[in-house]
């Protein structure tokens, strides 16, 4: 850390000189510009730009499946605007699997495509882009998909379960987007600017998005339970897995009431009665368990993973209180 004072030219104006290694290692020079982004107490800069696109390339040559798939959405979340794919001789397999993975992405779209190369954008418009609304949608979709998942196996209804499994993708899109936007905002004091809330609540909205994220995966994983079953859950059974779904959701549901909630003293009550109500559910769960022994082994397994699932799905609301909690605490001054 450089130590610099700061000094008045002119009377009123206050003027602090910059390091000559930093300017050096950034390409600043005298006559250009820098722009100062407040941020919590703090004030950033950073050089200014005439090209803010990002621009990112990557050779693909011989990569294929999953690890293409994974390096499109890499690119995507770590913030590139323009992703360019080149190989000596791009396949018609790694075409499709580039044009399924940016299906599978808010806002990319393929531009260009030769026998080398393929050029990807994202034409969003990150400053209408929206983090808090991203993770309440997320909220939306994770605990919809949840509710429906249970009740497709109470009613052995095959195709509710599918539509759940399908929903996944549309959590999956959010949480690439928040992951997007949280780095971005570590990148970029400008873009951190932009969202309209600090880098700690992007943060925040992050973490609590992995949790949600992981709820939609054990919906899906509950509905996939659903359509290993051929008959309707029994009536007791159904009733208890209905009670312990109805518990985990209420968890989910306060706890993202806490994280959301803008007085603190509201989040700190709503974020101790989820935690509180968190301690019940290993209980709960452990009675449902004892109801399972009187099935048949094959339906007691099944029936044991969803009990599993939704006990997770309360856990992980507990780790968005805690973080609400952590949101809701005062700040040390810096």
Not at 304 to 313: K, T
Request: glycine share 6%.
């Amino acid at each position: 850390m450089e130590r610099r004072k700061v000094q008045v030219t002119g009377g009123s104006t206050f003027t602090v000189s910059i390091p000559k290694d930093w300017a050096r290692d950034h390409d600043v020079s005298a006559g250009d510009e820098i722009a100062f982004h407040p941020d919590s107490g703090s004030l950033l800069l950073s050089p200014v730009s005439d090209d803010e696109t990002q621009r990112g390339t990557f050779d693909i040559t011989g990569m294929e499946g999953d690890a293409l798939t994974r390096t499109v959405m890499t690119m995507y979340v770590s913030g590139f605007d323009i992703l360019v794919l080149e190989a000596s001789r791009i396949t018609p397999d790694q075409r499709r699997t580039v044009r399924n993975a940016t299906q599978g992405l808010v806002g990319l779209e393929v531009l260009e495509e030769t026998s080398d190369r393929i050029v990807v954008q994202d034409l969003l418009d990150s400053s209408e882009l929206s983090v808090h609304n991203a993770v309440r949608r997320m909220r939306l979709i994770a605990l919809s998909m949840l509710d429906d998942a249970v009740t497709a196996l109470c009613e052995n209804d095959h195709d509710m379960a599918e539509d759940v499994i399908e929903r996944d993708d549309d959590v999956d899109r959010l949480w690439f987007v928040v992951s997007r936007i949280f780095r971005g905002s570590l990148r970029s004091p400008r873009t951190a600017q932009e969202l309209g809330v600090t880098r700690e609540t992007c943060f925040d909205y992050h973490s609590s998005a992995r949790q949600l994220e992981r709820i939609g995966d054990h919906a899906a994983k509950i509905a996939n339970v659903a359509l290993e079953l051929d008959e309707p859950v029994p009536a007791a059974t159904a009733e208890a897995l209905g009670d312990l779904h109805g518990d985990a959701a209420d968890i989910v549901d306060t706890a993202m009431e806490a994280l959301f909630a803008e007085e603190r003293d509201d989040a700190t009550e709503l974020a101790n009665r989820t935690r509180e109500s968190v301690l019940g559910i290993d209980e709960h769960a452990r009675a449902l368990d004892d109801l399972l022994r009187d099935l048949e082994p094959h339906e007691a397994q099944h029936l044991g993973l969803v009990v599993d699932s939704l006990s997770r799905c309360a856990d992980y609301g507990g780790n968005v209180a805690e973080t609400a909690l952590q949101k809701a605490a005062p700040a040390p001054d810096l």
